[in-house]
């Protein structure tokens, strides 16, 4: 199974700051034939079902702010909020959908410095 | 737009069964894959099961493999989820999820169901 490692657990930023997550794969999950990075990005927020921000690595879901954005390739990945708000408070998980089974990280816990 | 209803859950002995269901609508069901995924309290996301739009193909996370069943009825838009010899440790809130139109991204989850496992 490809293992996903988030870094940090946790982090504390300023509102208005900016918050950036790391997500490692043990594996590439880069496939070749299309060239895209099967890994997306959820935000999980206290009492609510997962919510989609990100696939293929950088494409942002339809209606998530633009102060979301994701980069990487192969095997390093990066979620950034470009501006922490009080409502993206929350547990943020990275997903590689490249193989069976698909594996979430661990989750990094985001809260308001 | 996409709704995912699930039921069935509730507290369970050790050892016991339960059957989860995720009603679909706003979408056509039998062209879609779907997933369970769990919850265990103060966890993270764990990836459960994955069953084709046809139902021709079914995949279990080891921890389901052997006690639990993935099915879909396509007429009715309904997925399940059939849990046995269940354990403390299936104890979770337990989500079905939409695949996405080209990938196994997850763009549409539902409110979830509880299962806990407690003598």
């Given amino acids: 199974d490809i293992v996903m490692t988030q870094s940090p657990d946790s982090l504390a930023v300023s509102l208005g700051e900016r918050a950036s997550i790391t997500c490692k794969s043990s594996q590439s999950v880069l496939y070749g034939s299309n060239n895209k990075n099967y890994l997306a990005w959820y935000q999980v927020k206290v009492g609510q079902p997962p919510k989609l921000l990100i696939y293929w690595a950088s494409t942002r879901e339809s209606g998530v702010p633009d102060r979301f954005s994701g980069s990487g390739s192969g095997t390093h990945f990066t979620l950034n909020i470009s501006s922490l708000q009080a409502e993206d408070v929350a547990v943020y998980y990275c997903q590689q959908y490249c193989r069976t089974p698909t594996t979430f990280g661990q989750g990094t816990k985001v809260e308001i410095k | ?119």
């Avoid at chain 2, 699930?6 to 894959?33: D, I, K, M, N, W």
């Avoid at chain 2, 080891?62 to 396509?74: E, H, L, M, V």
């Avoid at chain 2, 007429?75 to 990938?103: I, M, Q, W």
């Fill in chain 2, 1 to 119: 737009q996409v709704h995912l209803v699930e039921s069935g859950g509730g507290v369970v002995q050790p050892g016991g069964s339960l059957r989860l269901s995720c009603a679909a609508s706003g979408f056509t069901f039998s062209h879609y894959g779907m997933h369970w995924v769990r919850q265990a309290p103060g966890k993270g996301l764990e990836w459960v099961a994955f069953i084709r739009y046809d139902g021709s193909k079914q995949s279990y996370a080891d921890s389901a493999k052997g006690r639990f069943t993935i099915s879909r009825d396509n007429p009715k838009s309904t997925l399940y989820l059939h849990l046995n010899s269940l354990r403390a440790e299936d104890t979770a809130v337990y989500y079905c999820a939409k695949e996405g139109d080209f990938g196994d991204y997850l763009p549409y989850w539902g409110q979830g169901t509880r299962v806990t496992v407690s003598s």
